[in-house]
């Protein structure tokens, strides 16, 4: 089971302030397996992501594959395609979007699509969303994908769910077959809003999701790492999520 970092854990602010190669250097000085460069945090992206080459397990697109309308967003698809190939990153991860009925007739084209840059697997993403963030819109979403003939992944937020007043335990049970990906993501209540926590401070049953998940696929940081000594912060998470995976 790999390790990764979601580059957006270092913040916007120091991920801004130093660029994600620095702290693509530093996850890999922390012992994890990999990053996922975060496209919205893109200072300079001909610059950037052909330094990161070959660095990246996952490119994190933050457009929708479908509009608002629910039209297949093929320029947006298009986009993240390209950033993971100059990434030489095998994987692509976007939310859905807008998907609803009227975009089931677009399946077919997206199938075109992928079968045209194979060295690219798309997953899909339970984003913090009415409509690309709730375990009705997932499981219509997937299921339709598959009477279409297409065998999409998904990556599974453990967090995220909490932001659409889901239950992330049901959703893991419920999406398991899906699961390619995990972002491991604990959560607080604010008075009022849901934020990102380490694992260990979060009020949501991690460990009974984490057992209801696949143990045998990439697992991703993607909460705060803060601290003086950033490189220890982040080699103890990695560790915490190793062991956490192992005992679940």
């Given at each position: 089971?790999?390790?990764?970092?979601?580059?957006?854990?270092?913040?916007?602010?120091?991920?801004?302030?130093?660029?994600?190669?620095?702290?693509?250097?530093?996850?890999?000085?922390?012992?994890?397996?990999?990053?996922?460069?975060?496209?919205?945090?893109?200072?300079?992206?001909?610059?950037?992501?052909?330094?990161?080459?070959?660095?990246?397990?996952?490119?994190?697109?933050?457009?929708?594959?479908?509009?608002?309308?629910?039209?297949?967003?093929?320029?947006?698809?298009?986009?993240?395609?390209?950033?993971?190939?100059?990434?030489?990153?095998?994987?692509?991860?976007?939310?859905?979007?807008?998907?609803?009925?009227?975009?089931h007739a677009s399946l077919h084209r997206l199938q075109a699509l992928l079968q045209a840059a194979?060295?690219?697997?798309?997953?899909?993403?339970?984003?913090?969303?009415?409509?690309?963030?709730?375990?009705?819109?997932?499981?219509?979403?997937?299921?339709?994908?598959?009477?279409?003939?297409?065998?999409?992944?998904?990556?599974?937020?453990?967090?995220?769910?909490?932001?659409?007043?889901?239950?992330?335990?049901?959703?893991?049970?419920?999406?398991?077959?899906?699961?390619?990906?995990?972002?491991?993501?604990?959560?607080?209540?604010?008075?009022?809003?849901?934020?990102?926590?380490?694992?260990?401070?979060?009020?949501a049953p991690w460990r009974a999701v984490l057992r209801a998940l696949p143990a045998d696929v990439?697992?991703?940081?993607?909460?705060?790492?803060?601290?003086?000594?950033?490189?220890?912060?982040?080699?103890?998470?990695?560790?915490?999520?190793?062991?956490?995976?192992?005992?679940?």
């Amino acid at each position: 089971m790999k390790v990764l970092i979601s580059l957006s854990s270092f913040g916007a602010a120091e991920t801004g302030r130093h660029g994600q190669l620095w702290c693509t250097d530093l996850a890999q000085q922390a012992g994890a397996d990999g990053v996922e460069v975060r496209g919205e945090l893109l200072r300079d992206a001909a610059t950037e992501l052909p330094a990161l080459a070959g660095r990246a397990a996952v490119y994190s697109s933050p457009e929708g594959l479908w509009t608002p309308q629910g039209a297949l967003d093929e320029a947006a698809l298009a986009r993240g395609v390209q950033a993971a190939q100059v990434l030489r990153a095998p994987r692509l991860k976007m939310s859905i979007g807008g998907f609803g009925s009227p975009s089931h007739a677009s399946l077919h084209r997206l199938q075109a699509l992928l079968q045209a840059a194979p060295q690219v697997e798309l997953v899909i993403e339970n984003d913090q969303t009415a409509t690309a963030g709730t375990l009705a819109a997932m499981q219509a979403f997937f299921a339709t994908q598959a009477q279409a003939g297409l065998d999409l992944g998904m990556t599974f937020d453990m967090g995220n769910w909490h932001w659409q007043g889901e239950c992330p335990l049901q959703a893991a049970q419920a999406l398991a077959p899906y699961v390619r990906y995990v972002h491991c993501k604990g959560v607080q209540r604010l008075p009022a809003k849901w934020v990102a926590v380490p694992l260990a401070d979060s009020v949501a049953p991690w460990r009974a999701v984490l057992r209801a998940l696949p143990a045998d696929v990439p697992h991703a940081i993607e909460y705060p790492l803060v601290g003086d000594d950033l490189v220890a912060v982040t080699r103890e998470q990695v560790a915490f999520i190793r062991a956490a995976r192992e005992a679940a």
